[in-house]
């Protein structure tokens, strides 16, 4: 049962235009979202969060967007740069308790490539 | 290199051979997470520590499985009898209890391991 989907496996942006990743969530508990950026043979690195209380996170050339009606969110890297090219996870907390997460729920990943 | 650290980084066993792996957290985080990861498929939760407790284990963890945190630092994942289906990437991820809200996990760099 996938809590957490990306149904795009692959994209393809210029360089210098805008990448735009999605995820599709279908738990309306979920009110924490991560995106992770992973290259091959190494493990995942965190790129930038969201809580639900907020609509829009950015940083530097990233942003999130959270629209909880359309229980969806999106990734937004302005402009793309070679070096993004790797895969895109989208991810939530399964759930809570002790007063931290009981692991990260993921997405299958966005092969983000960045074309010269 | 004060992040998360994995060994080894690779490893091939023949089938029915234990394998352990190794897992050094961020030193003033106090969860520990392990999880596999497999071709086209997100990180999947496997299970997690609060300092030396293991707190959840996921279905996915059959008895074959053994995961440890003896004195709430370093972690271990041993895998008896392997299976050509344990094949994948075992990545360990650890945070720092804040809350609800906030908390990011960071990821080491993956144990890749190959049964032959």
């Known amino acids: 049962d996938q809590q957490v989907k990306q149904n795009s496996p692959s994209l393809s942006v210029q360089e210098g235009r805008i990448s735009i990743l999605n995820c599709d969530y279908t738990?309306?508990?979920?009110?924490?979202f991560l995106w992770y950026k992973k290259y091959p043979a190494e493990g995942p690195t965190f790129l930038i969060s969201?809580?639900?209380?907020?609509d829009k996170n950015e940083d530097g050339r990233f942003t999130v967007f959270l629209n909880k009606s359309a229980k969806h969110l999106s990734l937004h890297i302005v402009p793309s740069q070679p070096g993004d090219s790797a895969v895109y996870f989208c991810a939530a907390p399964r759930s809570y308790s002790g007063g931290g997460a009981d692991g990260l729920t993921f997405g299958k990943g966005t092969h983000l490539i960045i074309q010269p | 290199d004060t992040g998360v650290s994995q060994d080894p980084r690779h490893k091939i066993t023949k089938r029915g051979q234990n394998v352990t792996f190794r897992c050094d957290p961020i030193s003033e985080h106090n969860r520990l997470y392990w999880y596999r990861q497999t071709l086209g498929q997100g990180p999947e939760f496997l299970t997690y520590?609060?300092?030396?407790?293991?707190?959840?284990k996921s279905r996915l963890l059959s008895d074959r499985f053994s995961a440890e945190r003896p004195k709430g630092s370093f972690s271990t994942l041993e895998i008896q009898r392997t299976e050509q289906g344990d094949s994948a990437m075992y990545l360990c991820a650890s945070s720092r209890t804040s809350g609800r809200l906030g908390e990011t996990q960071y990821f080491g760099p993956g144990t890749r391991l190959l049964v032959l």
């Open positions: 738990n309306s508990m979920f009110d924490y």
């Open positions: 520590f609060q300092n030396e407790a293991q707190l959840e």
């Open positions: 969201i809580s639900s209380i907020k």
